[in-house]
């Protein structure tokens, strides 16, 4: 079972249909969200992320599957908060990929990223996503 954190500054939102994505992946992914008060504090105990930035890597649905499948079982995702992510975390960071080349709110990337994570598992597993 592939097993993918997600660090994400900012308050809990959006939990009933994060928790819904959640319960979709039950035997393909475990989706483990992480709000840490000091984002470059919590990655240093990272070895590799990925981070979500606009001057990121953009993916269709099933290119973004290519993506999450090249990356291993355990996958490491950061969002910026309300000021974006700093040159420190974008300079460690694995890799850049990119949702949009518009800007979300961290809360709003969120979800989109939990959509497109099961879409893509989904995917790579051969199983329709549409629902």
């Known amino acids: 079972m592939r097993k993918i954190k997600v660090y994400s500054p900012g308050k809990k939102s959006f939990e009933k ?3 819904e994505y959640a319960k979709r992946l039950t035997g393909e992914a475990q989706i483990l969200w992480i709000y840490p008060k000091d984002l470059e504090k919590a990655l240093t ?11 990121g890597t953009e993916y269709t649905s099933e ?3 290519k993506f ?4 291993g079982s355990q996958i490491t995702l950061v969002i910026g908060g ?3 992510l700093s040159s420190i975390i974008r300079k460690n960071a694995c890799s850049l ?5 518009m800007t979300f709110t961290h809360h709003m990337t969120r979800l989109i990223l939990a959509e497109q994570i099961y879409r893509g ?8 996503y549409h629902k």
Not at 68 to 71: A, G, M, R, T, V
Not at 97 to 101: D, M
């Open 63 to 65: 290119g973004f599957a």
């Open 45 to 55: 105990k990272e070895k590799n992320y990925i981070c979500l930035d606009p001057t």
């Open 82 to 84: 309300d000021e974006g």
């Open 17 to 19: 249909e994060l928790s």
């Open 97 to 101: 990929i990119s949702l949009s080349k």
């Open 121 to 128: 598992l989904l995917i790579n597993a051969n199983r329709p």
């Open 68 to 71: 999450l499948d090249s990356q």
